[in-house]
């Protein structure tokens, strides 16, 4: 069974439950209600018993429409920068790859300066041991890894395509453009 369809099954139960005790709370013999009886608690209970199941099917429902919660799962890998920088200096004698690499290199540098930058600044406002300092902190470093995570595949496709191969894919893109 999909998600759908055990959630519409788990909706159709709930209304099940709350319509059985509807009839019953209702019914003459359970606790003798009645429109013409003057007892205040049996008053006070037929009003408590039509608001209970009445939220509980509003709530029921509301839980069977609004969407579910999804989610994000943060990258948990560290790219090592030595590493990518390495990578990335392979490339830039290429004649076409180069200019790209060169990029990324200064990429890197201006993500590793914003980084120290974004911790000095938040150490400097806020005490180490603040749940603040440490969501601020979370989030540079959630931000940076997905930054570092980017330029590694941006390296790793640099590594696919020699400038020979570079070449001939724009020369064939080139004619095919004459042609259309």
């Known amino acids: 069974m999909n998600d759908n369809t055990k959630k519409l099954i788990k909706y159709l139960i709930k209304t099940g439950v709350i319509a059985g005790v509807a009839v019953v709370a209702y019914s003459p013999g359970l606790i003798a209600l009645s429109l013409f009886d003057a007892s205040i608690f049996k ?3 037929s009003i408590i018993i039509g608001v209970a199941l009445t939220a509980g099917f509003g709530i ?4 069977y429409f609004l969407p ?5 799962k943060l990258l948990t890998t560290k790219i090592d920068v030595t590493a990518l920088s390495e990578k990335l200096k392979a490339h830039e004698e290429d004649a076409y ?9 200064t990429q890197v540098d201006r993500l590793n300066k914003s980084i120290e930058r974004a911790e000095f600044e938040i150490a400097r406002k806020f005490d180490k041991s603040t749940i603040t300092y440490q969501n601020f902190y ?3 470093t959630a931000a940076s890894n997905c930054a570092f995570e980017n330029l590694n595949s941006f390296s790793n496709r ?3 395509y020699s400038d ?5 894919i724009i020369k ?5 453009r004459v042609f259309i």
């Open 43 to 45: 008053a006070g209970m």
């Open 60 to 63: 029921s429902t509301a839980q």
């Open 68 to 72: 579910e919660k999804t989610h994000i």
């Open 97 to 105: 790859m180069g200019k790209l690499a060169a990029q990324a290199l």
């Open 138 to 140: 979370s989030s540079v």
């Open 158 to 160: 640099l590594q696919l």
């Open 164 to 168: 020979e191969e570079y070449i001939n």
């Open 172 to 176: 064939s893109y080139l004619i095919w």
